[in-house]
């Protein structure tokens, strides 16, 4: 089959690889039905993250079984699954306090920017539906393989409340996620940062209240004006930059929570300022399978259309133009179907 491989900055190829196996009896091979470019991809993509041997991309997946491993109870062949961008047992202490993304027996997933990929513990980590999805679905199970469960998480860190006011701070796909998941937590007022009209406007459509398109201390400031000087209650920190986390910080109030789910680099926080400024962190890699059951529920019902977020659908051969629309800001997300 051809798969997804990255050997360099800027340097993705379709290229022809080995069909995944069962390796372990706790494994399953998937035949994909989309997969998609993650913003987390773009790092090592664009040479931030070192490449030391070429990397089979993609961690974003849904689709139907193919084969399971003999000790795999809980999907079987046919079944339409969706499954985390992080592997896990969902056995283990950890897993129990629904922090799956912990495991014991963490692994994250990769090669899943292919025709079929292997998912090592699959009852742990695989979600499947009571019946096959109509296609349309298919780009809304498919985001909350990733960016949906982790904007979810990064509301649920950050506390969001019936009636609150949430600051978002990054317009990426997982902010806009975070948008939608503060909407269905039911917040009064849902402010998302943003300087680009197409994602301001979906950002509204997901159940943004008000845009903020000011950065840094004019956009700490015109946040403080929106709250009558007292801040928000949850920020959402979906980015990762020290500009981005400084933000956040500053535009939540005392007792406020922050859930930061933006891989942060070049990150430093000062102990004595964090500490008189009485806010709290919650973040990481999200928990996306202590969630994934909701999450696939909302979207079979049609209660919510993440799949909006991908703003560019491509054939999985052309997945380097995918990469580039991307890194180009051309689109917000790269969907590709299989
Ligand atoms: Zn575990």
Redesign the pocket.
């Known amino acids: 089959m051809k798969a997804t491989m990255l050997y360099g900055p800027r340097d993705v190829r379709f290229e022809e690889v080995a069909e995944p196996k069962i390796l372990k009896p706790t494994d399953a091979i998937i035949r994909l039905s989309a997969t998609c470019v993650c913003g987390s991809d773009l790092w090592p993509f664009r040479g931030l993250n070192p490449i030391t041997a070429p990397m089979a991309m993609g961690h974003e997946y849904c689709g139907i079984v193919e084969e399971v491993g003999s000790a795999v109870t809980t999907v079987r062949r046919g079944q339409f699954v969706v499954g985390s961008f992080c592997i896990?047992?969902?056995?283990?202490p950890?897993?129990r306090f629904g922090f799956?993304s912990s495991?014991?027996?963490?692994e994250f997933m990769s090669g899943a920017q292919a025709p079929l990929a292997r998912v090592p513990l699959a009852d742990?980590t695989l979600v499947a539906t009571p019946e096959l999805p109509a296609d349309d679905l298919i780009p809304s199970f498919l985001a909350a393989s990733d960016v949906l469960g982790t904007g979810w998480y990064a509301a649920s860190a950050a506390r969001v409340q019936p009636g609150s006011t949430v600051a978002v701070v990054g317009d990426g796909a997982v902010g806009l996620m975070g948008v939608l998941a503060a909407k269905q937590m039911g917040a009064g007022r849902i402010i998302a940062m943003s300087r680009h009209k197409t994602r301001q406007d979906l950002a509204l459509e997901f159940g943004a209240t008000d845009i903020v398109s000011e950065r840094g201390e004019a956009g700490v400031s015109r946040i403080k004006d929106l709250t009558k000087g007292v801040g928000a209650d949850s920020v959402l920190e979906c980015v990762g930059t020290k500009q981005s986390m400084m933000q956040a910080l500053q535009c939540a109030r005392p007792g406020a929570m922050i859930g930061y789910v933006g891989v942060p680099h070049g990150v430093e926080l000062d102990g004595a300022e964090l500490f008189f400024s009485q806010r709290g962190l919650m973040g990481g890699p999200a928990p996306v399978r202590r969630f994934l059951p909701h999450l696939m529920d909302l979207v079979a019902e049609r209660k919510i259309n993440p799949g909006k977020v991908f703003d560019l659908t491509l054939p999985l051969g052309d997945v380097a133009e995918g990469y580039r629309a991307m890194d180009e800001r051309r689109a917000i997300k790269t969907m590709l179907r299989v």
């Open positions: 896990s047992d969902n056995t283990c950890h897993c799956q495991c014991e027996q963490r742990g």
